[in-house]
C-alpha cells in the first residue's frame, strides 16, 4: 500500500523478482486494457485519467480472475489493491475462499509533496514496464529504455502523471484508501516503511527483512 507514487511499483517488482512472485499491479492490468482497447479499458479510462478510482466491482474482478492462474499457487504481491475498505474486505473474503492468509501489509510513507516531485519526472518503458525517473534513476540517454530487448523505444509519461491528475489522486488516496491502513492495523499485518529516501535499494532492503520475520515484524511505528 501507499500512496500515488510512493514506489510500490518499483518496490513490488524487485520484491517479486527476488523471491520468484508475480507482482499483480491493478493499475498496470487496467493501463493494458486501456491501451489495447478492450471493454474493461473502455469502461475504466475516463475516471483513471481524471484520477479517480475505477469501480470497486471491477478491481476485485481482475484480481480474482488473476489470482487463478498458476504462477500464483506459491504466493503473490499485490500492488495498488486493496484501495477501499470494499475491496480490503472482499479480499478477506478471496482469501477465504482459497484457504489462504495475508502475510503481511507493506505501507510506503512518503509526504504529498515529495509524491509530486516523482511523478511529474517518472518516465516509464512502454514495451517492458520499467520504471525510470528523471531525476533519481534516469534511463542512459534519458529518453530510451536500457534493456537490450527494448532497444529504441522511448520512454513515455502516463496520462494521469499532470500535476493536476496527481493532486486529485492524491486526494482520492487519503480520503478512500487510507482509511484501509486502520483496517489491517487491527489485524496485526500492517507494517509502515519510511519511503522517503532516495536510496531504493535501501528500502527494499528494509523491505526483504520485514517480509523475511513477517509475522512478527508486524508493527504500530515506521520502520527506516
Ligand atoms: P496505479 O497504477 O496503482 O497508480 P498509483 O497508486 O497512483 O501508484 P503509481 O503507480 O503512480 O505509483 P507507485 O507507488 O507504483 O510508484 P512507482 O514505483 O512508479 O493505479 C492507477 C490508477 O488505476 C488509479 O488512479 C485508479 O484510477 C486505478 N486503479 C488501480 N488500482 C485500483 C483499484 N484497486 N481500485 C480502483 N481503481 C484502481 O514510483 C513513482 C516514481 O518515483 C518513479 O519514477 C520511480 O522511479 C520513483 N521512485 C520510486 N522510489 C523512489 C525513491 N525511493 N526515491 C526517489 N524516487 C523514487
Ligand atoms: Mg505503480
Redesign the pocket.
Known amino acids: 500500500m ?11 517488482k524487485r520484491l517479486g523478482r527476488a523471491r520468484n512472485l508475480p507482482h499483480i ?4 492490468i ?2 493494458w486494457n486501456i491501451e489495447n482497447d478492450t471493454p474493461l479499458g473502455r469502461r ?1 479510462k475516463a ?2 485519467d481524471a ?6 466491482d ?2 476485485c474482478e481482475i ?1 480474482a480472475d488473476r489470482l487463478t492462474e498458476d504462477d500464483c499457487r506459491d504466493g503473490y504481491i499485490l ?6 475498505r470494499g ?1 480490503a474486505e472482499r479480499l478477506s473474503e478471496m482469501l477465504r475462499e482459497r484457504g489462504e492468509s495475508l502475510d503481511l501489509v507493506i505501507n ?1 510513507e512518503v509526504s504529498d509533496d515529495e509524491i509530486v516531485h ?2 511529474t ?4 518503458c512502454p514495451h517492458c514496464g520499467r ?3 528523471l ?3 534516469p534511463s542512459e540517454d534519458g529518453v530510451h529504455c536500457d534493456r537490450p530487448t527494448c532497444e529504441g523505444v522511448t520512454l513515455v509519461l ?1 496520462e ?2 499532470r500535476e493536476d491528475v496527481i493532486r486529485e ?1 492524491l486526494q ?2 487519503h480520503s478512500v484508501s487510507e482509511p484501509i491502513i486502520e483496517f489491517y492495523k487491527k489485524q496485526g499485518k500492517l507494517c509502515s516503511v519510511d ?6 535499494d535501501a ?1 527494499s532492503a528494509t523491505i526483504e527483512d520485514l517480509v523475511n520475520s513477517a509475522p512478527a515484524s508486524c508493527s504500530e511505528g515506521t520502520t527506516s
Open positions: 501507499g500512496a500515488p507514487g510512493a514506489g510500490k511499483g518499483t518496490q513490488a499491479s491493478t493499475g498496470d487496467f493501463r475504466v475516471c483513471i484520477g479517480q478510482l475505477a469501480p470497486d471491477l478491481a484480481v500492488d495498488g489493491f486493496p484501495r477501499s475491496q510506503l516523482r511523478l519526472a517518472r518516465r516509464t520504471i525510470y525517473n531525476l533519481f534513476a502516463r494521469d502523471d489522486r482520492v488516496y519511503a522517503m529516501p532516495t536510496d531504493r528500502i
